[in-house]
Protein backbone atom coordinates (compact mmCIF):
# COMPACT_ATOMS: atom_id res chain seq x y z
CA UNK A 1 0.00 0.00 0.00
CA UNK A 2 3.06 2.27 1.03
CA UNK A 3 4.19 1.92 -2.57
CA UNK A 4 0.93 3.02 -4.24
CA UNK A 5 0.96 6.10 -2.46
CA UNK A 6 4.78 6.81 -3.24
CA UNK A 7 4.22 6.40 -7.02
CA UNK A 8 0.99 8.98 -6.85
CA UNK A 9 0.88 11.77 -4.62
CA UNK A 10 -2.71 12.44 -5.27
CA UNK A 11 -3.58 9.13 -4.38
CA UNK A 12 -4.49 9.44 -0.26
CA UNK A 13 -6.76 12.45 -1.70
CA UNK A 14 -9.25 10.70 -4.14
CA UNK A 15 -9.10 7.87 -1.81
CA UNK A 16 -10.66 10.25 0.70
CA UNK A 17 -12.71 12.11 -1.68
CA UNK A 18 -14.21 8.70 -2.84
CA UNK A 19 -15.25 7.71 1.28
CA UNK A 20 -16.84 11.07 1.75
CA UNK A 21 -19.23 10.18 -1.24
CA UNK A 22 -19.57 6.54 -0.21
CA UNK A 23 -20.29 7.54 3.48
CA UNK A 24 -23.06 10.15 1.96
CA UNK A 25 -24.27 7.20 0.21
CA UNK A 26 -24.86 5.21 2.77
CA UNK A 27 -27.27 7.20 4.44
CA UNK A 28 -30.07 6.21 3.57
CA UNK A 29 -31.48 9.98 3.28
CA UNK A 30 -28.65 10.66 0.23
CA UNK A 31 -30.24 8.60 -2.06
CA UNK A 32 -31.36 9.67 -4.80
CA UNK A 33 -30.35 13.53 -3.63
CA UNK A 34 -27.20 15.11 -4.98
CA UNK A 35 -24.66 14.03 -7.76
CA UNK A 36 -24.48 10.70 -5.88
CA UNK A 37 -24.33 7.63 -8.23
CA UNK A 38 -26.79 4.94 -7.64
CA UNK A 39 -24.10 2.53 -8.11
CA UNK A 40 -21.85 3.94 -5.06
CA UNK A 41 -25.31 4.07 -2.88
CA UNK A 42 -25.06 -0.02 -3.91
CA UNK A 43 -21.48 -0.39 -3.34
CA UNK A 44 -22.36 0.65 0.35
CA UNK A 45 -25.83 -0.36 1.08
CA UNK A 46 -26.43 -3.72 -0.68
CA UNK A 47 -29.63 -3.91 -0.46
CA UNK A 48 -33.26 -3.81 -1.25
CA UNK A 49 -33.91 -2.33 -5.26
CA UNK A 50 -32.48 -0.04 -7.47
CA UNK A 51 -34.06 3.12 -8.57
CA UNK A 52 -34.65 3.62 -10.99
CA UNK A 53 -35.07 -0.14 -11.43
CA UNK A 54 -33.37 -1.47 -14.35
CA UNK A 55 -35.28 -3.47 -17.44
CA UNK A 56 -33.52 -6.80 -16.82
CA UNK A 57 -34.23 -7.12 -12.77
CA UNK A 58 -35.82 -10.11 -11.65
CA UNK A 59 -39.33 -10.31 -11.03
CA UNK A 60 -40.16 -12.03 -7.54
CA UNK A 61 -40.73 -16.24 -8.24
CA UNK A 62 -44.28 -15.40 -6.87
CA UNK A 63 -44.60 -13.36 -9.64
CA UNK A 64 -45.21 -10.69 -7.33
CA UNK A 65 -43.14 -7.44 -7.59
CA UNK A 66 -39.17 -7.47 -7.85
CA UNK A 67 -36.29 -9.04 -5.88
CA UNK A 68 -34.79 -6.98 -3.67
CA UNK A 69 -31.44 -8.04 -1.74
CA UNK A 70 -31.62 -8.20 2.31
CA UNK A 71 -30.36 -5.48 4.28
CA UNK A 72 -30.14 -7.52 7.46
CA UNK A 73 -26.18 -8.30 7.48
CA UNK A 74 -25.15 -5.21 5.32
CA UNK A 75 -25.23 -1.99 7.52
CA UNK A 76 -21.39 -1.03 8.03
CA UNK A 77 -19.49 0.08 10.92
CA UNK A 78 -21.44 0.05 14.55
CA UNK A 79 -25.00 0.37 12.47
CA UNK A 80 -25.83 -3.39 12.44
CA UNK A 81 -28.42 -3.62 15.51
CA UNK A 82 -27.28 -6.75 16.51
CA UNK A 83 -23.52 -5.67 17.14
CA UNK A 84 -25.55 -2.18 18.77
CA UNK A 85 -27.26 -4.35 21.39
CA UNK A 86 -24.20 -6.72 22.00
CA UNK A 87 -21.51 -3.84 22.70
CA UNK A 88 -23.78 -2.48 24.97
CA UNK A 89 -24.20 -5.54 26.68
CA UNK A 90 -20.45 -5.87 26.69
CA UNK A 91 -19.66 -2.41 28.27
CA UNK A 92 -22.73 -3.24 31.24
CA UNK A 93 -20.66 -6.43 32.10
CA UNK A 94 -17.30 -5.40 31.89
CA UNK A 95 -18.59 -2.37 34.44
CA UNK A 96 -20.36 -3.90 36.19
CA UNK A 97 -17.96 -6.64 36.96
CA UNK A 98 -14.82 -4.45 36.54
CA UNK A 99 -15.34 -1.14 37.83
CA UNK A 100 -16.24 -0.81 41.10
CA UNK A 101 -13.70 -3.35 42.08
CA UNK A 102 -10.06 -1.84 41.01
CA UNK A 103 -8.82 1.24 43.15
CA UNK A 104 -5.46 0.68 41.60
CA UNK A 105 -6.39 0.85 38.20
CA UNK A 106 -8.68 2.56 36.18
CA UNK A 107 -11.23 0.84 33.68
CA UNK A 108 -12.70 2.45 31.06
CA UNK A 109 -15.76 1.01 28.57
CA UNK A 110 -16.39 2.26 25.51
CA UNK A 111 -17.70 1.15 22.11
CA UNK A 112 -15.32 1.46 19.00
CA UNK A 113 -16.29 1.26 15.96
CA UNK A 114 -14.64 2.25 12.24
CA UNK A 115 -18.37 4.53 11.64
CA UNK A 116 -20.70 5.66 14.07
CA UNK A 117 -24.68 4.02 13.89
CA UNK A 118 -25.61 6.32 11.05
CA UNK A 119 -29.01 4.86 10.86
CA UNK A 120 -29.49 3.40 14.33
CA UNK A 121 -27.71 5.79 16.80
CA UNK A 122 -31.32 7.79 17.70
CA UNK A 123 -32.79 4.21 18.43
CA UNK A 124 -30.26 2.30 20.28
CA UNK A 125 -27.87 5.02 21.74
CA UNK A 126 -28.76 8.32 22.05
CA UNK A 127 -30.76 7.75 25.32
CA UNK A 128 -27.83 5.72 26.87
CA UNK A 129 -25.25 7.86 25.84
CA UNK A 130 -24.99 9.99 29.26
CA UNK A 131 -25.91 7.20 31.48
CA UNK A 132 -24.10 6.88 34.77
CA UNK A 133 -24.75 4.46 37.32
CA UNK A 134 -23.27 3.21 40.46
CA UNK A 135 -23.88 -0.43 42.34
CA UNK A 136 -26.37 0.25 45.76
CA UNK A 137 -25.60 -3.04 48.01
CA UNK A 138 -28.50 -1.86 50.05
CA UNK A 139 -31.10 -1.89 47.60
CA UNK A 140 -32.48 0.63 49.27
CA UNK A 141 -31.20 4.02 47.39
CA UNK A 142 -34.10 5.68 45.00
CA UNK A 143 -32.32 9.23 44.86
CA UNK A 144 -28.54 10.24 44.59
CA UNK A 145 -29.02 11.47 48.33
CA UNK A 146 -29.68 8.36 49.71
CA UNK A 147 -25.99 7.46 49.08
CA UNK A 148 -23.17 7.61 50.65
CA UNK A 149 -21.27 10.74 49.61
CA UNK A 150 -18.26 9.05 48.84
CA UNK A 151 -20.05 6.55 46.92
CA UNK A 152 -18.50 6.67 42.95
CA UNK A 153 -20.35 6.73 40.30
CA UNK A 154 -19.52 5.61 36.65
CA UNK A 155 -19.83 6.38 33.39
CA UNK A 156 -22.32 3.66 31.52
CA UNK A 157 -19.96 4.82 28.10
CA UNK A 158 -16.72 6.37 29.03
CA UNK A 159 -16.92 6.61 25.71
CA UNK A 160 -18.34 5.98 21.78
CA UNK A 161 -15.80 6.41 19.74
CA UNK A 162 -15.96 6.27 15.88
CA UNK A 163 -13.99 7.85 12.69
CA UNK A 164 -17.03 9.13 11.80
CA UNK A 165 -18.57 11.03 15.43
CA UNK A 166 -17.82 10.62 18.95
CA UNK A 167 -19.78 10.93 22.03
CA UNK A 168 -17.20 10.99 24.90
CA UNK A 169 -17.33 11.40 28.25
CA UNK A 170 -14.17 11.23 29.82
CA UNK A 171 -11.03 12.95 29.82
CA UNK A 172 -8.51 10.02 28.96
CA UNK A 173 -10.64 8.57 26.08
CA UNK A 174 -11.22 12.42 24.88
CA UNK A 175 -7.42 13.38 24.95
CA UNK A 176 -6.34 9.07 23.35
CA UNK A 177 -8.99 9.47 20.70
CA UNK A 178 -8.77 12.99 18.90
CA UNK A 179 -9.68 12.32 15.34
Known amino acids: ?24 AYNKAARGKGNLPE ?14 RP ?6 KSGEGYESISDSKSSVGMDRTDDIKKGIYQ ?5 ASEKPKHSKITVK ?3 LSNIHAVRHYNDYLLELQDIVWTIDETRQAKIVADLPPEKEIFNLF ?3 ITFTES ?6 INRKFRF
Open 55 to 60: VNWPQR
Open 109 to 111: TAL
Open 91 to 95: VLKIA
Open 158 to 160: DGI
Open 167 to 172: HIRDEW
Open 39 to 52: SVYWLTNACGQPIP
Open 1 to 24: MGAAFNKDNQLFSRYFQFWSIAYS
